[in-house]
């Protein structure tokens, strides 16, 4: 089993013992961005339970049939790289190489369609800040409420878009690792722990997703 | 050398993601359906249930730790955990001013 490079580092025992330590780590951090994102939930949780009424037709301006078509891109591109993990597992590099490519342009795509939600809502005034026009304002109980939904929707949607913008850099890293065979069925770490903050990003936007664009949607605004 | 690694180690089938990927596609547009039915208060509750069932089928399929270590299982359990002090400590004490007539409570609650 000759290599020009270990496959293990040496404060390991072996490539099982360096596999879970490398998991671990990358759990380990997870957890931190639980708690980033679980904050920032809190904070939507108690205005949202304060403000229902206009955070329910606030929420409204937003169009449910692109969010929907977002999550399925994410969803599948979850899908394309457990099946990339699963290839590297196989020792099949083209097939790496390949779900590689489209998880990443998958998650461009998502960015892409956020990046038209956002400029329609820059026109449409919802941006927080001195040019913040919400079109009911006068007549609702708490006039400054909208604005406090569209300060949460930017803050969530705008910390995962730069996640994603992180994952994909990742993502074109593990790509160049994999077209020049670097990942076999004995080493394939990086591509699994790629692999699980790439899914954790998709996680939260499973829950991003209903909290901001499905609020009863049976009432008409 | 392979072997041994092998052995430890479950490889997840294509089948089963592809499974996986089709009930979270399914529970994506349950969730958007059930957001047109009137359901008041009770919707976020619906919400949440069919957005933490999705979670944890990517946690535990896509993620691997159905297939994993306890040491993985507790990590990733801890996270969980936290969220769960987090808004069961906020929760209650939100939840409670409006009844204890909590001094400052009526800004809290938009009126």
């Not at chain 1, 078509?69 to 290839?87: E, F, P, R």
Request: with cysteine; aromatic share 14%; hydrophobic share 50%.
């Amino acid at each position: 089993m000759s290599d020009t490079h270990s496959m293990v580092a040496h404060q390991f025992d072996d490539a099982l013992q360096q596999k879970e330590a490398s998991t671990v780590g990358m759990w380990v951090f997870l957890v931190t961005e639980i708690m980033f994102f679980g904050g920032l939930l809190l904070a939507y949780f108690i205005y949202r339970t304060s403000y229902p009424h206009e955070f329910l037709i606030a929420s409204h301006e937003l169009n449910v049939t692109i969010g929907t078509i977002n999550t399925c891109v994410l969803l599948t591109s979850s899908l394309t790289m457990a099946l990339a993990v699963h290839a590297a597992q196989m020792g099949n590099r083209k097939g790496q190489v390949i779900l590689l490519v489209v998880t990443m342009i998958l998650g461009a795509t998502f960015l892409v369609v956020k990046g038209f939600e956002y400029a329609e809502k820059f026109e449409h005034h919802l941006v927080p800040g001195s040019s913040f026009h919400f079109h009911s304002e006068a007549t609702l109980q708490n006039p400054g409420a909208p604005e406090i939904f569209f300060s949460l929707y930017f803050a969530l949607t705008g910390l995962h878009a730069f996640h994603m913008i992180i994952g994909l850099g990742l993502m074109t890293w593990l790509l160049v690792k994999a077209k020049r065979g670097r990942f076999s069925p004995q080493y394939y770490n990086p591509v699994e722990v790629g692999g699980l903050y790439w899914h954790f990003v998709d996680i939260v936007w499973i829950f991003l997703f209903p909290l901001l664009y499905l609020i009863d949607r049976s009432m008409l605004v | 050398m392979s072997e041994h690694i092998q052995e430890h180690e479950h490889i997840v089938s294509k089948k089963l993601y592809f499974g996986i990927f089709t009930a979270l596609i399914v529970l994506l547009f349950v969730t958007v359906g059930v957001a047109y039915i009137p359901m008041g208060h009770l919707g976020i509750y619906v919400a949440m249930t069919i957005a933490i069932v999705k979670a944890v089928l990517v946690i535990l399929y896509f993620m691997h730790v159905r297939y994993s270590s306890r040491l993985i299982w507790v990590v990733a359990g801890a996270g969980f955990v936290w969220l769960i002090i987090l808004f069961g400590l906020a929760a209650p004490d939100y939840a409670s001013r409006e009844w204890l007539k909590v001094q400052g409570y009526e800004q809290l609650v938009g009126r």
